[in-house]
């Protein structure tokens, strides 16, 4: 058996497979807020950061792995898993002082993780990516490298404040004497797989994309945006490797306390998004995952390292090698909860009769529908813009409105593909709205290509887990068909007939975007 670990914003989740079998054999989740109350971080986080500032207590990830593991324990037989991998949230960051390492190789599993490691913290608290507190920091770092295209051109995004990077300068900025006492820097990822296996290891290709720090073209640590962070970083910095890299065998102190075999290993973690891309079997290119959740998210494989010449996107490194893309767009659900919520519908009118009574008029009115402040295209919009019919534009047609919100969305996510210059054969869909039939075929007319729902609820650990064996010698592509594949005739096909429709209203969508941003600028 094979077990992958996804330690996301809210939950710890593991995710058993049988490869032989193709089955889940077991799932499971902490979570944070309900299961570890004490960290006073309802949905993961330290509640009422100031000045963009969103942490979280590292020692919160290290209670998690102490419950979840026993809870394993008591629920399967984990003498049987053969290997473990797994995933984070990305860009968030942990610091440690020159003891980890000693401390990680003389676990004693008569005492707590937390108990044995928090000592080594040298900040108290960690980024995630809700952070948005790095504005300047990301500012300077464009600054020494030239410009935002140069660091895009190195690492595959324009400096990001939720990305590693501009955080570890701050926090040098801020405490140089804790930076200073700073010995090893880890994501989350990697810095839960150094607790399982027992020793430092290396940042995976996929989540160390999200740092601003790692060159994709010779995939290590780019000296020039190393000098731009902090000093002395390089040597802070695990080596970057391959997800599937084997690391060695699982810490002693798992095989005491939770009945893991001696022989267990374990591979590297990753990104919570390259795992979810390995999850929705999508890391052959061709495949779209597009995930309709709080915020919307459209990810999918890359043979090279393109990268977003508007800067909106990013890239990263796909599991099963080559590159990812992810493009995400603020205004997603909120948005499509707002104009819900404004006309008083449920979910239910918006598929029927909102769309269904809509269809003639498909492409005819445009909404660019934003909410409040998006980050694809990046720009502070104050409410949606309405371009249309004087009755449209006046707001009086309820099912009209809905139908122009969605068209909108769906419309703003394939012209801010483009850049990809990839034709998606097929696209899988996920996250909560995926549910809605109206919505689902949609996103197939926009795209004009069939859509794939999968119901796969845990997509970044059951990555995890398809990565663990693939490190094993299992096939990843077949382990995709057994565990990542749609119920047969379940794909919504495109209407061919709305084709030239939707293409032509993504020009005029783009011509009023720009008009709209050109106005307020
Ligand atoms: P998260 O990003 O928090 O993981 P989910 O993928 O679980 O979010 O999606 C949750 C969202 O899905 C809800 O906030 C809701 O807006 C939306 N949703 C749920 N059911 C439907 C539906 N039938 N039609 C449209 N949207 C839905
Ligand atoms: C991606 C990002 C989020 C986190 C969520 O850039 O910030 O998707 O990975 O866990």
Redesign the pocket.
């Known amino acids: 058996m094979f077990l992958g670990l996804d330690s996301s914003t809210q939950s710890l989740t593991a995710v058993l497979i049988d490869p032989v079998s193709g089955q889940i054999v077991y799932q499971h989740s902490v979570n944070f807020g309900a299961d570890l109350p004490q960290y006073g971080a309802p949905s993961g986080f330290i509640p009422g950061g100031q000045n963009g500032e969103v942490h979280t207590d590292s020692r919160m990830w290290l209670d998690a792995l102490d419950l979840l593991f026993s809870r394993l324990s008591a629920a399967t037989d984990l003498s049987k898993v053969e290997m473990i991998a797994g995933s984070g949230q990305q860009h968030g960051s942990v610091y440690l002082d020159e003891t980890l390492g000693k401390r990680l190789a003389s676990l004693d599993s008569t005492q707590s993780l937390v108990s044995q490691l928090a000592p080594a913290l040298t900040r108290a608290t960690s980024p995630i990516w809700m952070d948005t507190s790095t504005g300047p920091e990301c500012a300077e770092i464009t600054e020494a490298l030239g410009d935002s295209a140069e660091v895009c051109r190195r690492t595959g995004s324009i400096a990001i404040e939720r990305f590693t990077g501009p955080q570890i300068r701050r926090f040098y900025k801020n405490d140089s004497a804790a930076y200073a006492r700073t010995a090893h820097i880890h994501l989350v990822s990697s810095f839960i797989a150094s607790v399982i296996a027992g020793k430092s290891v290396s940042i995976d290709y996929g989540d160390g994309a999200g740092m601003n720090l790692l060159n994709l073209s010779t995939l290590a640590w780019d000296p020039k945006l190393l000098d731009a962070t902090a000093p002395g970083l390089l040597e802070k910095l695990p080596s970057a490797a391959a997800a599937t890299e084997i690391q060695g065998s699982v810490s002693p102190y798992f095989v005491e306390k939770f009945g893991l075999s001696r022989e267990c290993r374990c591979a590297l973690f990753t990104g919570d998004n390259p795992a979810s891309l390995v999850g929705m079997g999508a890391t052959a290119p061709g495949n779209i995952v597009i995930?309709?959740?709080?915020?919307d998210t459209f990810f999918a494989a890359m043979p090279e390292a393109k990268t977003d010449p508007n800067g909106f996107g990013h890239v990263f490194g796909n599991p099963a090698g080559g590159f990812m893309s992810l493009i995400c767009f603020r205004n997603?659900?909120?948005a499509?909860?707002a104009l819900?919520d404004r006309l008083g519908l449920d979910?239910?009118a918006?598929?029927q009769p909102a769309l269904a009574e809509t269809r003639e008029m498909a492409g005819s009115q445009l909404m660019l529908p934003f909410f409040g402040p998006e980050i694809t295209p990046r720009h502070d919009f104050t409410g949606p813009v309405l371009k249309g019919s004087p009755e449209f534009e006046s707001g009086v047609q309820p099912a009209l409105q809905v139908r122009a919100l969605l068209e909108g969305q769906f419309l703003n996510m394939r012209l801010h593909s483009q850049w990809m210059q990839v034709k998606p054969e097929r696209i899988r869909l996920?996250?909560?709205?995926?549910?809605?039939n109206g919505?689902s075929q949609l996103v197939a007319d926009i795209f004009q290509a069939p859509v794939e729902r999968l119901d796969v609820s845990n997509s970044a650990a059951l990555g995890a887990a398809l990565i663990a064996a693939a490190a094993a010698g299992h096939e990843l592509a077949e382990l995709q068909q057994s565990f990542c594949m749609a119920s047969p005739g379940a794909a919504l096909q495109p209407d061919p007939s709305l084709g030239p429709i939707y293409q032509d209203a993504m020009s005029r969508f783009a011509g009023l975007l720009d008009n709209t941003v050109a106005a307020t600028l």
């Open positions: 995930s309709l959740g709080t915020s997603g659900s909120l499509r909860e819900r979910w239910s918006f598929d996920t996250g909560g709205a995926s549910k809605n919505i």
